[in-house]
């Protein structure tokens, strides 16, 4: 897709939620784990700019990690 700047985000930078919402919304210390789900949330965006909204992605969060401490558990 054609993205002119500042329409699609390109890193996790760019999103409407940060390392330190991730944090305080999941309970979760700093770490791998946080760029994680940052990693996953910039990839739903990427997909979908109009989801790049602070209130879906934090709604969001809570099946996001839990989908991802399954996978990384298997």
Do not use: F, Q
């Not at 329409?7 to 919304?25: F, Q, R, S, T, Y």
């Not at 969001?60 to 399954?70: A, D, F």
């Amino acid at each position: 897709a054609d993205a002119t700047a500042g329409e699609a985000p390109l890193n996790e930078v760019d999103l409407a939620v940060n390392g330190n919402d991730v944090m305080k919304i999941l309970g979760i210390p700093p770490g791998p784990e946080v760029g994680a789900v940052l990693r996953e949330l910039l990839e739903i965006v990427l997909d979908d700019p109009s989801k790049n909204r602070r209130e879906y992605l934090i709604d969001i969060l809570p099946g996001l990690h839990r989908s991802l401490t399954r996978n990384s558990r298997a």
